[in-house]
């Protein structure tokens, strides 16, 4: 089993920068997807980037050009820089594994990200 722990979500003003950290514990393999979700109050959970087994970036386009999401296979950790934060991208943030063969994923508990204006 994979389990996740985000971090690095907090309070910001809009136009800030926040870092967001997802630590993964047990086997991750290289060819997992990643991604990190968010769920903003009132609307459903939404796919905001992805790393795919390929090793492909995708991005959602609301966040194209202001987050940048990367992962580090050694420390089993992904990661998803947001700069030029809107008040909009005020949401609990979840970062996610999918390991397509096993049909598996696993999910983090969530980090709170706000951003004021």
């Known amino acids: 089993q994979v389990q996740l722990v985000e971090s690095g979500g907090g309070l910001v003003q809009a136009g800030g920068s926040l870092r967001l950290s997802c630590a993964a514990s047990g086997k991750i393999f290289t060819n997992d997807a990643v991604g990190w979700y968010r769920r903003a109050p009132g609307k459903q959970r939404e796919l905001v980037a992805q790393?795919?087994?390929?090793?492909?970036?995708n991005y959602a386009d609301f966040v194209k050009g202001r987050f940048t999401m990367s992962r580090d296979n050694a420390k089993k950790t992904m990661y998803l820089q947001m700069n030029s934060l809107k008040p909009e991208d005020t949401a609990v943030y979840y970062c996610n594994v999918y390991r397509s063969w096993a049909n598996y994923d696993s999910w983090g508990q969530g980090t709170q990200v706000a951003v004021s204006s």
């Open positions: 790393i795919t087994g390929g090793g492909s970036t």
